[in-house]
């Protein structure tokens, strides 16, 4: 029912800043909660930040509590996630995924296909 493609990934140095956006289409997507994950290599996909589409609740993993941000623009059907004050251990692969407000991967029912993200130091 909800499709989703994320796009903003690049290269940036640490301390800098980048936002990511992740465009949805379907029928009823805005009833799900969107959520953003990362991924490096050889490690588990983790948990970043929610939000609800309706309410405007968020929820953030404490790694990125105060310079991560989730937001939503609905007259553009589309999930930001600005990222302020990258350090290198934040380089990964993010997914915005769409399902249940949460902070486990298995409560989302839709995903994108990924962004890479890559913080020089």
């Known amino acids: 029912q909800v499709l989703l493609v994320e796009s903003g990934g690049g290269l940036v140095q640490a301390g800098g800043s980048l936002r990511l956006s992740c465009a949805a289409s379907?029928?009823?997507?805005?009833?799900?909660?969107m959520g953003w994950f990362r991924q490096a290599p050889g490690k588990e996909r983790e948990f970043v930040a929610t939000?609800?589409?309706?309410?405007?609740?968020?929820y953030y993993a404490d790694s990125v509590k105060g310079r991560f941000t989730i937001s939503r623009d609905n007259a553009k059907n589309t999930v930001y996630l600005q990222m302020n004050s990258l350090k290198a251990e934040d380089t990964a692969v993010y997914y915005c995924a769409a399902g249940d407000f949460g902070t486990s991967l298995y409560k989302y029912d839709y995903w994108g296909q990924g962004t890479q993200v890559t913080v020089s130091s």
């Open positions: 939000i609800r589409w309706y309410g405007g609740g968020t």
């Open positions: 379907g029928r009823t997507f805005s009833s799900h909660a």
